[in-house]
Structure formats: C-alpha cells, structure tokens
C-alpha cells in the first residue's frame, strides 16, 4: 500500500482533499503534528466530502514517531528545491511520499539527508508553487500509474 505523509498541514481544506485522493488511490494518510487545524472541523470534512470515512488514516506525534511507524519503506520527498523531476522516479507500489506545510515545505535538513529520494514537480517559472492538495495528486496518481501494471 502506498503512504502519502503530510508533515505538519496547516490548512484544513488541503488535507480533507489529499484524504479523499488517499481513498481513491487505496493510499494510507499519515498525518504528522503539529497540524495547523483540528481533525473533527468541518472545512476537513467538507474536503474531503463523505470519503473521509472510508479513509486509511493516522495522527502521530512527530517525525520519529512516524518512522518507527512505517518501518521499512522507501520514501520519496516532494519539494520545489529539488533538481530531479517525479517523472523521472521509478515508484513501487508500497512507496511513501511526503510533502511539507504549505508555508515552510519539508525542512531543509530532511532535504539535505535525503538528497537522492527529492523530487519536484516541474512548473513554470510565473508560478511559485502548486497547491498542496494538487501536488499530492499529481504525484500520487503517477506512482499509482506506474505500478498498475
């Protein structure tokens, strides 16, 4: 099963709608504090429509909480400092990939240690970033492609 993390989402609406993609790839949501809003608001729930009971799901503490969690599992981090393209990944059905708050990303030292599992999305250069939710999709549903068959 695929993991999609969102280290430390402050806004709401962007993880109800990265829920609902997790259940319409069969991905498992990790979920990692200090999140920005409360799981039982209503703009979480209003993302993520009546999907969200159906959603794989789990809150841990910090980052060490999380990988003694996971265990094993080769983990790709998005970000727009990275130089390779997702493109040019080749996934496996039981990857994990992480991405950062949507003010901060993923901290630069978690980049630095795994410099060779970065990968990026490529825009173009009128555009600053991509919304959170957007960029779990386009990246989740291309590892998913690349494993179907």
Not at 106 to 112: A, H, R, T, V
Not at 113 to 130: F, G, K, V
Request: proline share 3%; charged share 25%; net charge negative.
């Amino acid at each position: 099963m695929m993991n999609v993390v969102l280290y430390q989402p402050e806004i709401a609406y962007n993880t109800g709608s990265v829920g609902r993609t997790c259940v319409a790839l069969g991905a498992k949501l990790w979920l990692v504090r200090p999140l920005g809003f409360q799981l039982d608001e209503k703009r979480v729930r209003r993302a993520g429509m009546d999907y969200w009971k159906h959603l794989d799901y789990e809150v841990v503490d910090d980052w060490n909480d999380l990988m003694s969690r996971l265990g094993e599992t080769r983990m790709w981090f998005l970000s727009k400092k990275a130089d390779r393209h997702y493109t040019d990944a080749e996934f496996h059905a039981d990857d994990t990939l992480v991405f950062g708050s949507e003010s901060q990303g993923l901290p630069e030292s978690m980049l630095e240690e795994n410099a060779d599992r970065c990968l990026r999305i490529p825009i173009s250069e009128n555009a600053r970033s991509l919304n959170l939710s957007v960029s779990v999709a386009v990246t989740a549903f291309e590892a998913k492609r690349q494993t179907l068959g």
